[in-house]
């Protein structure tokens, strides 16, 4: 699938501003994600990568600003407002919870309850059932290596808790997906593995934000790549209209643009 | 660019810094290394939490029976120590809940002694109905859970010094309330039998249960089944395994906390009426060492003290080891003073292998 860059944005965000204290992490930041496209983030340590899709997930509020999905405004006071509207998040410290099994996690804050009293009245999960939807999108994603879904998260690999949390966001995400450095502290393999999988769910029509310092993964993925410096947004470019080194060199000031919005 | 390869021991947590991925393919394998036998056990344990205190007492069953004979065994011991164990077993409920949070209760016995001085003084000076009498009692309990659950999650006081602090609070309004005076038993049986029905008992196969006994087993399976088949269990789990984790997957850690402390405030005024039944009297001195036995069971029952760990029907095994081993030593004509030295042990032991099991599969 391609992206549509005449179609209207997935998801916007003009202006948005967040303080802690003294810091501003978001300084008037904007983004744009058209349908169908991986936009990758890149920026330096502290730029303001995680806040930023953190405003975007409904992880944390902006002070100013504001966010358009699909064209109309939207407000998130938590990530349940977020995800609710189809916006999956993987987050840079992975938010899986290791003692529950990979179904617990996958549908965590989202079960699915037995179906008529049971579910109705004695609340009853339905074990059974997000067994099964967790297996099959575990085995659309080409996951199973794990063998047993009702083994503990803690119990996998890095690459596999990575897995898990691509498959939750996978799994609900409709409208967007998140991704905050997934491959960092991966092996290559798993690394691989993940960008695979990032491919995989975009093939599936799902927009992916995807914010990496691994340069190299970023210009194989990316259909366009965002460049964040200093809490905004410095550039908008492509793998094709630049090179990695020009890349790094708009990352770390060395190098000015004057058109941005170049790609867009 | 240039932070160092994540350790092999914390491949996710470190992920906050940039991994240079050059060379760090290596460490994969080492999740895959051959396991003695002893790390095979470690990983049983670590997998089911409940097998260790089961084996202790599965051991300590039979070595009391080799030790004092049919004695030990008789159906009639046995059901007294279920007897014995029951106010732990009540109170151990709570506390697990609290626990499964990462939190601890030091208010648990508190709460129960203050919910029964109020059960009783509405029943017997106030002349209440004993029902209703109850009803007051156990509104108690579920009030002083909110205090808790309020000071921790509005005030985010950590739990050990709120419920230090409470209990504290707590015992004192107990004698206030109680103007330090014992309810006598025998106007209990006269104004308000209600008050007494769980301590009395149905007896076969030589064995005598209290309906308090009963009820502990009922409270254990209900509270089970909410742990284990309903999302909120499922929530306190993970509120109290990573709470970071759990609010980003869109939990409302807050509300699971303050759920679990009135919650645990209400098994603690049920466990007021179990003490009722029990002890027959309402005195404002009883059951004072209930806390910190609670916590044993816990404990040795294989739920961790750091949260998300654990079982609920660990902490039953929890004080029926407790239970065992009192009984079985008083029956040996041990000391008292050695059956204290016992469940010491027993505690220091059990958190110990706590600490190696995690560490093995961290
Ligand atoms: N909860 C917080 N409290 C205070 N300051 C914060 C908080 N979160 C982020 N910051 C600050 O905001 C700035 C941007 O942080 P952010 O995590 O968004 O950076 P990042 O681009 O994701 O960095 P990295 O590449 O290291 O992940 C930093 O200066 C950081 O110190
Ligand atoms: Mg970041």
Known sequence: MTAHYDQQPVLQARGLVKRYGSVTAIDHADLTLYPGEILAV????????????????????????????????VHFNSPMQARELGIETVYQNLAVSPALNIADNLFLGRELRKPGILGSVFRMLDKKAMEERAQAKMKELGLMTIQNISQAVESLSGGQRQGVAVARSALFGSKVVIMDEPTAALGVKESRRVLNLIKEVRDRGLPIILISHNMPHVFEVADRIHIHR??????????????????????????????????? | MSSANPKPSAPV?????????????????????????????????????????????????????????????????????????????????????????????????????????????????????????????????????LINGTLITRFKLPPFIATLGSWNVFFALNLWYSKSETIRSQDIANNAPLLQWLGETISFFGARLTYGSLLMLALFFLIWYALNWTAWGRHVYATGDDPAAAKLAGIRTDRILLSVYVLAGVVCAIGAWVLIGRIGSVSPQAGYTTNLDSITAVVIGGCSLFGGRGSIYGTLIGALVVGVFRNGLALAGVDVLWQEFTVGILIIVAVGVDQWIRKGTA
């Open chain 1, 230 to 264: 200093l809490g905004k947004c410095a550039a908008t470019i492509t793998p094709e209209s630049h090179t990695m080194s020009e890349a790094v060199a708009i990352m770390t000031g060395a190098m000015e643009v004057d058109d941005s919005s170049a790609a867009a």
């Open chain 1, 42 to 73: 890149i920026g330096d340590n502290g730029a303001g990568k995680s806040s930023l899709i953190k405003a975007l997930s409904g992880a944390l509020v902006p002070d100013e600003g504001e966010i358009l999905l699909d064209g109309q405004p």
């Open chain 2, 13 to 145: 947590l470190d992920h906050d810094k940039v991994a240079d991925q050059a060379g760090s393919g290596s460490y994969v394998a080492n999740f895959e290394s051959k396991d003695s036998a002893l790390t095979r056990f470690q990983k049983f344990l670590h997998k089911y939490p409940v097998a260790a205190p089961t084996i202790v007492l599965v051991f300590a069953i039979i070595g009391f029976s080799l030790l004092v004979g049919d004695r030990f065994l008789h159906p009639f011991n046995l059901s007294l120590v279920l007897q014995q164990v029951t106010i732990i077993g009540v109170i151990g409920v709570a506390q697990t809940l609290i626990i499964l949070t990462a939190g601890i209760d030091l208010s648990v016995g508190a709460i129960m002694v203050l919910a029964s001085v109020v059960m009783g003084r509405m029943a017997i000076d106030h002349g209440l109905d004993a029902g209703f009498a109850l009803l007051i009692g156990i509104s108690v309990g579920a009030l002083a859970g």
